[in-house]
């Protein structure tokens, strides 16, 4: 691939993790939800904020630590994709959720961001997996639960009307 068409690629794919473009980003889904709103779940919806949050963080990490780490082992599915809790246990539990699903979001944008990673070339112990098709799961994952996520809180009525 030409340089121009590597840089596009990857200029894009950067964009979609991040999501500022066709969807809401992750800090906007986050931001300033009542600490009392976090372990609620809405009236026929089977997770809370704190589910959906944990979730993305665990899948997240699982992907950018298989991307990159040949000895990582995934959790069990579904059980260690989800938190145990409804709620969490503190505050500070949330916030360090958070800031840990942004660093490892920011690690994987460095990784697609590198030129010296290839994109395409198939993971060594995976079987098929790509870097390019590892970061489209994330963004599209993430995509999915942050929209969840925006759902569940104007269910709660904790969503900014716009």
């Known amino acids: 691939m030409d340089d121009k068409k590597d840089e596009s690629l990857r200029s894009h794919l950067l964009n979609l993790l991040k999501g500022s473009q066709a969807h809401t980003t992750f800090d906007a889904a986050v931001a300033d939800l009542p600490e009392n709103l976090r372990g609620k779940k809405a009236e026929g919806l089977p997770y809370t904020a704190w589910m959906l949050l944990e979730h993305m963080r665990i899948a997240q990490w699982d992907i950018l630590e298989f991307s990159r780490n040949r000895k990582h082992k995934s959790p069990d599915w579904p059980k ?42 198939p993971i060594r112990w995976g079987d098929g ?30 969503w900014p009307e716009e």
């Open 80 to 121: 260690g994709y989800w938190p145990a809790r409804e709620a969490p246990l503190s505050a500070p539990a949330w916030d360090k959720s958070v800031k840990s699903f942004r660093t490892e979001l920011k690690a994987m944008q460095r990784l697609v961001s590198d030129p010296k990673t290839d994109l395409y070339a």
């Open 129 to 158: 997996q790509t870097i390019l098709r590892e970061a489209l799961l994330v963004a599209d994952h993430n995509a999915y639960h942050i929209g969840q996520l925006v759902a569940l809180r104007r269910l709660l009525g904790a």
